[in-house]
């Protein structure tokens, strides 16, 4: 009797990837027929086995994909993880064999101005700096509609893991990361860039113990090439851009004031991280902070943490100087000043339980999006997004093969053939680490502001349930309209933990708040706004009605103590009448 055949599906999606050449393909699944593997499962588990496929690969090959496999010459492996922009995967350079990190801009933002600059600011810079604490570019592309870079391969964890990890780090181990990260920031700063976003979470550590700096996203360009600088100018104004923990006081006053010395202080911000576990300041709102960093005196690290050296706090206090005349006038003497404490040496960690957890909260960020989509506005992209069924528990073993004892990347058995812990919680470090979610980080947040458009000109109510809210006729807005006065992305609504902005996106006929054409400005309860030249909106919110309902409560209130009075009055004149009549 001949073996039962596996099913067609998973070859059928298999041949249509190109992840295999069409002999291989034949022969594989031939041996596998022949030994008894009846299910599209089993001859999956099989491939990945054997090295042919990754769990990634075998994961969107069961779920039906065939497509998204590849940008350009580039083969994807694994997820290694997704930042505030995009996905970054592991990926192979099927020409050269050579593993690479690769980078796709998030699908909801393809059409985003302000964060498609930003990715492409950050590829451009990375291809124009080459030094051993910065993290190379190696190219910037466009596959299939998708936005990608291509960068080194860091197979180690960011500050900010280790330190969700560890709460803070031995002041000589501390000292020598923000060194480093110095030295780098140097190199940027001679090419003429400053980064405007160090922070914990952009340090990435290898086994070795080196540092790379990496997501010059929000890079300002000091000289020379102003085009790019000139369009981010446009798009994100003078407001502070960055991170609201980290960021240098003339910074949070003005983004495009800055120089070499804002970087220095926000490195201060986090070697002050690295040593306490904690942020300079203790505010919670981006408002309170970036007063604190314009006009309060941080906290010393010797407060937070008695046993470091009155020499790594000076170095530290000289970092956080309100006056940038007072710190270090280039990251070089930062660096140097630093040198003297640091005490360099490897570090040891579980890159497979890092890679687990940065999946898990891939897994968590594409569910949040995909259940904040309109309705029938159709799936993500199988190109923008990683596979939504891969389990967390079957990615550790699959990882730990492809990385040796050191964290360094080993090429998969796949390639030569073709030639082609703990985990980590979230804390309050965390949230100050994100500038997407900093400020804006709980969803609860933005529910308690109780914000909503309510129609004067037309009878949509629009809740904002979201932190960005982009508004027009196109089917990937979050609010779609259908009136023909409205642009295909005519405007977008943005809550930064604290108030509402409204921000134009080029509209054909303008956005309006209060009767003014306004290309961004902050929003308040009763603003009424304008889109297009038909839909008219007055923006609630739950603040602004529970003091309307206290002010009428309380009028109330003084109305029935009035009367109340006045009636005790009576009832006390009565009384007073009724005594003389007795008497």
């Not at 994909?65 to 192979?92: H, N, P, T």
């Not at 902050?522 to 609630?540: A, F, T, V």
Request: hydrophobic letters at 40%; proline letters at 4%; glycine letters at 8%.
């Amino acid at each position: 009797m001949a073996a039962p055949l596996v099913a067609d599906s998973f070859w059928k999606h298999l041949a249509e990837s190109g992840l295999l050449a069409a002999p291989q393909l034949a022969a594989v699944k031939r041996e596998l027929v022949a030994s008894g593997v009846t299910s599209d499962a089993d001859a999956a588990q099989e491939l990945i086995r054997r090295g042919v496929l990754t769990q990634y690969q075998a994961d969107r090959l069961l779920e039906g994909r065939s497509r998204g496999f590849f940008f350009d010459e580039y083969k994807l492996l694994d997820l290694l993880g997704v930042g505030g922009m995009g996905w970054v995967y592991q990926a192979a350079n099927s020409l050269t064999g050579e593993t690479v990190a690769l980078k796709v801009l998030l699908e909801q933002f393809k059409h985003d101005r302000g964060m498609l600059a930003r990715f492409q600011q950050e590829a451009r810079a990375g291809l124009r700096l080459n030094h051993p604490n910065i993290v190379r570019t190696h190219k910037l592309g466009t596959a299939g509609g998708s936005h990608y870079m291509i960068m080194d391969l860091v197979a180690g964890p960011s500050l900010l893991e280790v330190l969700l990890r560890k709460k803070k780090l031995p002041w000589g181990q501390a000292c020598d990361f923000a060194r480093q990260a110095a030295l780098g920031l140097h190199h940027a700063h001679q090419a003429g860039l400053v980064h405007r976003d160090v922070k914990p979470q952009n340090l990435l550590i290898e086994s070795s113990g080196q540092v790379k700096l990496l997501d010059f996203g929000l890079a300002m360009i000091l000289e020379g090439e102003t085009g790019e600088e000139f369009s981010m100018a446009m798009i994100f104004g003078h407001e502070s851009v960055g991170t609201a923990a980290y960021m240098a006081p003339e910074q949070a006053e003005d983004s495009l004031s800055v120089d070499a010395r804002s970087d220095v202080y926000s490195l201060g911000c986090t070697l002050f991280a690295a040593l306490t576990g904690d942020t300079p300041f203790p505010e919670r709102s981006v408002t309170d902070l970036q007063k604190s960093h314009r006009a309060r005196a941080p906290r010393s690290v010797r407060e937070l943490a008695p046993s470091i050296p009155d020499g790594v706090a000076n170095v530290v206090a000289k970092m956080l100087a309100k006056d940038r005349d007072d710190r270090f006038a280039t990251a070089a003497e930062a660096a140097e000043a630093l040198a003297e404490w640091s005490q360099p040496g490897p570090i040891t960690f579980d890159f497979a339980a890092i890679l687990t957890q940065r999946q898990k909260h891939a897994q968590e960020r594409l569910a949040e999006y995909l259940k904040s989509r309109p309705k029938g506005s159709g799936s993500a992209s199988s190109t923008a997004r990683p596979s939504a069924v891969s389990s967390v528990v079957k990615l550790a073993p699959t990882i730990k093969a492809r990385f040796d004892a050191k964290g360094r990347p080993l090429r998969p058995a796949a390639d030569q053939e073709t030639g082609g812990s703990h985990s980590v919680s979230s804390s309050l470090l965390q949230e100050m680490s994100n500038p997407t979610s900093y400020g804006q980080r709980q969803t609860s947040k933005i529910e308690a502001s109780g914000a909503v458009l309510v129609p004067i000109v037309g009878d949509r109510f629009v809740p904002l349930t979201q932190d960005r809210v982009i508004i027009g006729r196109n089917e990937d807005c979050t609010v779609q309209l259908t009136d023909n006065a409205v642009s295909g992305r005519h405007c977008e609504l943005h809550f930064d933990g604290s108030r509402w902005w409204i921000t134009d996106l080029g509209s054909r006929n303008g956005t309006r708040v209060n009767g003014s054409i306004v290309k961004q400005r902050p929003l308040r309860p009763g603003d009424e706004i304008m889109i297009g030249s038909n839909l008219k909106y007055r923006l609630d919110c739950a603040d602004a009605r529970s003091t309307k309902k206290v002010s009428r409560s309380y009028k109330r209130l003084l109305q029935i103590g009035l009367s109340v009075v006045a009636t005790a009055a009576v009832v006390a004149g009565l009384a007073w009448w009724n005594g003389l009549l007795s008497w």
